[in-house]
């Protein structure tokens, strides 16, 4: 099977939709979500979409063989929140690593089935590490602007344990995503870096998982909600010698056009950009249409600025078709040499 680096020398990839969306059409109960294992469990778990991987697994194997069926090469796991971190607002810090086990398995049941099915195209497992519930480099109490609800060791430790279940579970890459808090990725950098040091003797390189990156842009002013900007987290992330560094969710890709044409300038790594569907409505629902998305995404491919795309909050298979259908024709972004000075 062709590596994910020989298939970014050849083609642009594509990479699934939102799983929130897709479970959200299921119109799940407080019964589904708890199923027979957590029947009695003390609080409401409705709404916990990780602990589907473990209490509907044919739920999300079906949402992942979508995502296949409409041309992702890149399914990432159902584990957004699957620290013991996040967890806790449910109570189930001690199912967290059993969620990341076993959504890794779902997605990498599917994604080898289709690649059975057409081994020159093979498709790949990314295990979704998400930005987490609190932060490091903001205060939650708007009176005390020094306090933090975590520290950067104990956001370091969740990481590291969720990175070992999704390894245990099979995952091809580790996708550390939706950062708006640069400092909260530098944990998950450090906890990944860690873990293959443990486990290989080295932090990177042959033996360990590539590493994706993906920022967020939180508004009109360019910056995250930290504070930086596109260069600047770029540059101080990039240090982790990422498989790629892109951009997802907070933004539709109209908005987020700007911000992916200068990244592919600064960026001495592949891009990835996945936008929602447009803004939400005042509902909180997405209505860009399939078609619209995958419009903006084409004329990217065109300039030549992603190596990666495909689609966050809102989007669905027939979004992530569109997009499959209008960029294969496209060469993906080359590279650029960049010149190291101060």
Request: aromatic letters at 8%; proline letters at 4%; one cysteine or more.
């Amino acid at each position: 099977m062709k590596t994910i680096q020989e298939c970014l020398q050849e083609r642009i990839l594509v990479i699934d939709g939102a799983m929130g969306t897709m479970i959200q059409r299921y119109k799940l109960q407080e019964e589904d979500y708890r199923g027979e294992k957590f029947k009695n469990w003390h609080c409401d778990v409705k709404g916990n979409n990780d602990l589907l991987s473990i209490t509907q697994p044919g739920i999300i194997e079906e949402i992942h063989k979508q995502y296949l069926e409409a041309g992702a090469d890149i399914i990432e796991t159902n584990t957004f929140s699957s620290t013991v971190i996040a967890q806790a607002d449910y109570d189930m810090q001690e199912v967290a690593y059993a969620m990341n086990v076993e959504s890794a398995r779902v997605a990498r049941k599917a994604a080898d089935e289709y690649t059975a099915l057409n081994p020159d195209k093979p498709r790949f497992v990314a295990g979704a590490i998400g930005p987490m519930n609190k932060t490091l480099s903001l205060s939650p109490d708007v009176n005390n602007p020094g306090y933090r609800a975590v520290t950067f060791d104990e956001v370091a430790d969740a990481y590291y344990d969720q990175i070992k279940a999704l390894v245990e579970g099979g995952v091809h890459l580790l996708l550390i995503e939706t950062i708006f808090d640069t400092l909260n990725a530098k944990a998950a950098i450090y906890a990944t870096r860690k873990f293959f040091m443990d486990t290989t003797g080295k932090p990177d390189g042959e033996g360990t998982l590539p590493i994706m990156i993906s920022g967020t842009i939180t508004d009109a002013s360019g910056r995250t909600l930290s504070g930086q900007t596109l260069e600047a987290f770029y540059i101080s992330v990039s240090h982790a010698r990422p498989l790629s560094v892109g951009l997802n969710c907070a933004l539709g890709a109209n908005d987020m056009r700007s911000h992916i044409e200068e990244l592919s300038q600064i960026a001495g790594c592949f891009t990835s950009a996945y936008p929602n569907a447009g803004l939400p409505n005042a509902m909180g629902e997405y209505d860009e249409a399939p078609h619209e998305t995958a419009h903006f995404i084409e004329e990217w491919a065109e300039k030549g600025f992603v190596n990666i795309v495909g689609g966050c909050c809102g989007t669905t298979p027939d979004h992530i078709k569109h997009i499959a259908d209008n960029v294969k024709r496209f060469q993906a972004r080359q590279i650029p040499v960049l010149e190291t000075a101060l």
